[in-house]
Every structure is written in structure tokens, then in C-alpha cells.
């Protein structure tokens, strides 16, 4: 069983910046790939950025250049760096956890909002 917790996230201004985490623990995370998705209000949710066990990382256009995935292996913990935030930003952020074949788990979602 693995928990993820998040944190970070909150109020802020166009063009500002915001760090969220997600913290894995219960288990050895082994070969993963950590999912980073968003859901704005009234819309599905969708993939923003992942990063590998090994540090490859990869962005959704909306986010590319803008929002940068790490990840410390030895806190068992992800980052995404968010910069030049926009209001379009604006909605609930989850990490999701995927060690196929392995079950998937999703942390609890932190709210961020852009104002204009």
C-alpha cells in the first residue's frame, strides 16, 4: 500500500510561481513514473507532466516551458516547479502514481488559483 500526500499549492497572482509536492511512503517505490494531472472546473481532467524513477520527464504543451518535474528518490518525494502562472492554471492538482503492473495510486489533489 502506498500513500501519497501533496502539498503546496494556493492563491496567486498571474505570472507568479508556486511549488507543489507529493510525497510517497508505505512502500519501496521501485520502477515508477509519477503523473502530474489537473482538472479545471466544469472539465475533465487532464495530463500535465511526468516525470521516471530515472528523471526523464515529459510536458503537455499547455505547460511546456513553464512547469518543471522533480523528484528527490531518497525523500520519496516529487516536485512540480510552476512559473509564470496563468488563470487558465487555475484547478485542482492530483499526482498519480504508476509502477505497472503494480496498482495505481493518486494523492488527494491541492487547489491552485491563478487570479488575473
Known amino acids: 500500500q502506498v500513500q501519497l500526500v501533496q502539498s503546496g499549492g494556493g492563491l496567486v497572482q498571474a505570472g507568479g510561481s508556486l511549488r507543489l509536492s507529493c510525497r510517497a511512503s508505505?512502500?519501496?517505490?521501485?520502477?515508477?513514473?509519477m503523473n502530474w494531472y489537473r482538472q479545471a472546473p466544469g472539465k475533465q481532467r487532464e495530463w500535465i507532466a511526468a516525470i521516471t524513477s530515472g528523471g526523464s520527464t515529459s510536458y503537455a504543451d499547455s505547460v511546456k516551458g513553464r512547469f518543471t518535474s522533480s523528484r528527490d528518490n531518497a525523500k520519496n518525494t516529487v516536485y512540480l516547479q510552476m512559473n509564470s502562472l496563468k488563470p487558465e492554471d487555475t484547478g485542482v492538482y492530483y499526482c498519480h502514481l504508476r509502477r505497472a503492473p503494480l496498482p495505481d495510486y493518486w494523492g488527494q489533489g491541492t487547489q491552485v488559483t491563478v487570479s488575473s
Open positions: 508505505g512502500s519501496t517505490l521501485g520502477i515508477n513514473v
